[in-house]
């Protein structure tokens, strides 16, 4: 059984940075792929970010407005730690930012898809004010 905490959230203004971390515990974290999913109110859960088991291929959401460019992805295998550093950020980023993971490697397709990903921490609080 795998623990997921989220950490790193707060309220900022437009145009700040953030940096979210994910600690696991309970599983072999290198062998995982790890992703970023966001839920902003009244509206439903989407792909951020995700990551490869070994760090070495990472994912981003290509949607409007997308975060692209402004996030990035990153893992430490050492510290079992996954983060995502915010940039520039805007107040439609404003939601709660949940991590995930899931065991083994996945296609690309896979990544973005919140189904397949068995383990979820409690989320953390990204407020950004205009």
């Known amino acids: 059984q795998v623990q997921l905490v989220e950490s790193g959230g707060g309220l900022v203004q437009a145009g700040d940075s953030l940096r979210l971390s994910c600690a696991a515990s309970?599983?072999?974290?290198?062998?995982?792929?790890m992703g970023w999913f966001r839920q902003a109110p009244g509206k439903e859960r989407e792909f951020v970010a995700a990551?490869?088991?070994?760090?070495?291929?990472?994912?981003?959401?290509d949607y409007a407005d997308s975060v692209k460019g402004r996030f990035t992805i990153s893992r430490d295998n050492a510290k079992n730690t996954m983060y995502l550093r915010m940039n520039s950020l805007k107040p439609e980023d404003t939601a709660v930012y949940y991590c995930?993971?899931?065991?083994?490697?996945?296609?690309?397709?896979?990544?973005?898809?919140?189904?397949?990903?068995?383990?979820w921490g409690q989320g953390t609080q990204v407020t950004v004010s205009s």
């Open positions: 995930a993971a899931g065991a083994g490697r996945y296609s690309s397709g896979r990544y973005s898809v919140g189904s397949a990903y068995t383990y």
């Open positions: 990551i490869s088991w070994s760090g070495g291929s990472t994912y981003y959401a």
């Open positions: 309970g599983g072999t974290f290198r062998t995982y792929s």
